[in-house]
């Protein structure tokens, strides 16, 4: 792969939050990027360009903060590559904390119960799966869509405890979990054109 080929430029112009994560960029002097490389702490990595720092990564609880100077070179493979990986280990990190929390919150709200559920990475269109053993996968993707649409999800695969299939009672059983009609045509319309769809994949890939 070179630099032409990269689908998306990962830069402070880059806005990435969903209601579980966000991305933070913050402009500092060199000198002080330099100064502040010199603490390591296990929160922290340093981007070194040429032997000298040029982003520093920092991760909170639900914040990604990358602090870069006016002479960060964005425009290099390398530092797109590094970019790339924090950000998927970040998201996969907060998605396996939040998503179960938020299914078992769905699971006593409908009455329903799976026997465990995973957060895992699942083939590029699969968002969520669940097993004729009452397990469900989810892909760590939901945790970059509105809650909206990673519930959607959620209740999609919970409904599936009860019924095993896309067969017509499925789709109504849905729509009364949705609290919504729950066609299959709007809701994989939905997904597909889920904002920065492309993006997503692309930065989880
Ligand atoms: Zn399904």
């Given at each position: 792969?070179?630099?032409?080929?990269?689908?998306?430029?990962?830069?402070?112009?880059?806005?990435?939050?969903?209601?579980?994560?966000?991305?933070?960029?913050?402009?500092?002097?060199?000198?002080?990027?330099?100064?502040?490389?010199?603490?390591?702490?296990?929160?922290?990595?340093?981007?070194?360009?040429?032997?000298?720092?040029?982003?520093?990564?920092?991760?909170?609880?639900?914040?990604?903060?990358?602090?870069?100077?006016?002479?960060?070179?964005?425009?290099?493979?390398?530092?797109?590559?590094?970019?790339?990986?924090?950000?998927?280990?970040?998201?996969?990190?907060?998605?396996?904390?939040?998503?179960?929390?938020?299914?078992?919150?769905?699971?006593?709200?409908?009455?329903?119960?799976?026997?465990?559920?995973?957060?895992?990475?699942?083939?590029?269109?699969?968002?969520?799966?669940?097993?004729?053993?009452?397990?469900?996968?989810?892909?760590?993707?939901?945790?970059?869509?509105?809650?909206?649409?990673?519930?959607?999800?959620?209740?999609?695969?919970?409904?599936?405890?009860?019924?095993?299939?896309?067969?017509?009672?499925?789709?109504?059983?849905?729509?009364?979990?949705?609290?919504?009609?729950?066609?299959?045509?709007?809701?994989?319309?939905?997904?597909?054109?889920?904002?920065?769809?492309?993006?997503?994949?692309?930065?989880?890939k």
């Amino acid at each position: 792969m070179t630099f032409k080929d990269l689908p998306f430029l990962i830069n402070p112009r880059l806005r990435l939050s969903s209601p579980y994560l966000r991305v933070e960029w913050i402009a500092i002097d060199l000198s002080l990027l330099e100064h502040e490389a010199g603490f390591p702490s296990p929160n922290r990595e340093v981007y070194l360009f040429q032997k000298r720092p040029g982003i520093l990564r920092e991760t909170g609880p639900d914040t990604l903060r990358f602090y870069y100077s006016d002479s960060t070179d964005f425009n290099r493979l390398g530092i797109q590559q590094w970019l790339r990986g924090q950000i998927k280990k970040f998201v996969e990190q907060v998605a396996s904390a939040v998503l179960p929390v938020r299914l078992h919150e769905l699971e006593r709200e409908k009455k329903l119960h799976c026997r465990n559920v995973c957060v895992e990475t699942l083939p590029k269109d699969i968002l969520g799966q669940c097993s004729s053993l009452k397990d469900i996968t989810l892909s760590p993707k939901l945790a970059l869509f509105p809650k909206r649409m990673s519930d959607a999800v959620m209740l999609h695969e919970l409904a599936h405890l009860r019924h095993l299939n896309h067969r017509k009672g499925f789709w109504a059983y849905l729509s009364v979990l949705l609290g919504e009609d729950a066609n299959e045509e709007k809701f994989k319309s939905d997904i597909a054109y889920c904002e920065h769809r492309d993006m997503i994949d692309f930065l989880l890939k």
